[in-house]
C-alpha cells in the first residue's frame, strides 16, 4: 500500500538524509520525499510517499518519532488531502509541430516556459496521474528530458499537521 507522511522537523543539516536512512533500513521503498520551509522558519516539513503494508508503516513511525529532531508525524494517507507534483519537460520541437504542442500545453493548463530552435520546457503542476498523461502524450514528440518533484501534500481539513492528533 501506498503511504503518505508529512513529517516536521527541526531545521537543522543532516535531519533530511537521517530519516532517509531510517526508512530505508526498514525496507520501505521511498517513492517521493520532498523538504520545504514552513510557516515557521525553524520548522521543516518532509514529505514522504513510501509503499509498504501498515505494520511496517507502524514501525517506521515508531522510530521516527523517537528521533531528537522530529517534532510531529502525521500519516495523510486515511485523510482527504491535496497532493502536488512540478514536472519540467523538454520536449522537440519542431517548427512543424509546435502549434500541437502549444494545443496540448493549453489542454493541459501548464506553461511553456523556455523555447529555442530545437526544443521547448514545459511546466506542469498537478496530480501524478496529469503528469503521467501528459509525458504520454508529449512522447509522440520526443521528451529529450524530464525532471519531477517528489510529492507536496497539506491535509484538507481545517487545522495545520503541527496541531493535529
Same mark, same amino acid.
Given at each position: 500500500?501506498?503511504?503518505? @507522511?508529512?513529517?516536521?522537523?527541526?531545521?537543522?543539516?543532516?535531519? $533530511?538524509?537521517?530519516?532517509?536512512? $531510517? @526508512?530505508?533500513?526498514?525496507?520501505?521503498?521511498?517513492? #517521493?520525499?520532498?523538504?520545504?520551509?514552513?510557516?515557521?522558519?525553524?520548522?521543516?516539513?518532509?514529505?514522504?510517499?513510501?509503499?509498504?503494508?501498515?505494520?511496517? $508503516?507502524?514501525?517506521?513511525?515508531?522510530?521516527? #518519532?523517537?528521533?531528537?529532531?522530529?517534532?510531529?508525524?502525521?500519516?495523510?494517507?486515511?485523510?482527504?488531502? @491535496?497532493?502536488? =507534483?512540478?514536472?519540467?519537460?523538454?520536449?522537440?520541437?519542431?517548427?512543424?509541430?509546435?502549434?500541437?504542442?502549444?494545443?496540448?500545453?493549453?489542454?493541459?493548463?501548464?506553461?511553456?516556459?523556455?523555447?529555442?530552435? =530545437?526544443?521547448?520546457?514545459?511546466?506542469?503542476?498537478?496530480? =501524478?496521474?496529469?503528469?503521467?498523461?501528459?509525458? =504520454?502524450?508529449?512522447?509522440?514528440?520526443?521528451?529529450?528530458?524530464?525532471?519531477?518533484?517528489?510529492?507536496?501534500? $497539506?491535509?484538507?481539513?481545517?487545522?495545520?499537521?503541527?496541531?493535529?492528533?
Amino acid at each position: 500500500m501506498r503511504h503518505t @507522511i508529512a513529517v516536521l522537523v527541526e531545521n537543522r543539516p543532516g535531519v $533530511l538524509v537521517h530519516i532517509a536512512g $531510517l @526508512i530505508a533500513r526498514r525496507a520501505f521503498n521511498i517513492e #517521493s520525499i520532498t523538504a520545504g520551509y514552513t510557516e515557521e522558519a525553524d520548522v521543516t516539513r518532509i514529505t514522504i510517499v513510501v509503499e509498504g503494508d501498515n505494520r511496517n $508503516l507502524e514501525q517506521v513511525v515508531n522510530q521516527l #518519532s523517537k528521533l531528537v529532531d522530529v517534532i510531529k508525524i502525521v500519516e495523510l494517507t486515511a485523510e482527504p488531502l @491535496i497532493e502536488r =507534483e512540478l514536472a519540467l519537460i523538454k520536449v522537440k520541437a519542431r517548427p512543424e509541430t509546435r502549434s500541437d504542442i502549444v494545443d496540448i500545453v493549453e489542454i493541459f493548463r501548464a506553461k511553456i516556459v523556455d523555447v529555442n530552435r =530545437e526544443t521547448m520546457v514545459i511546466e506542469l503542476t498537478g496530480e =501524478e496521474t496529469k503528469i503521467d498523461a501528459l509525458c =504520454e502524450v508529449l512522447a509522440d514528440h520526443g521528451i529529450v528530458e524530464m525532471v519531477r518533484t517528489g510529492k507536496v501534500a $497539506l491535509s484538507r481539513k481545517p487545522g495545520a499537521a503541527k496541531d493535529s492528533e
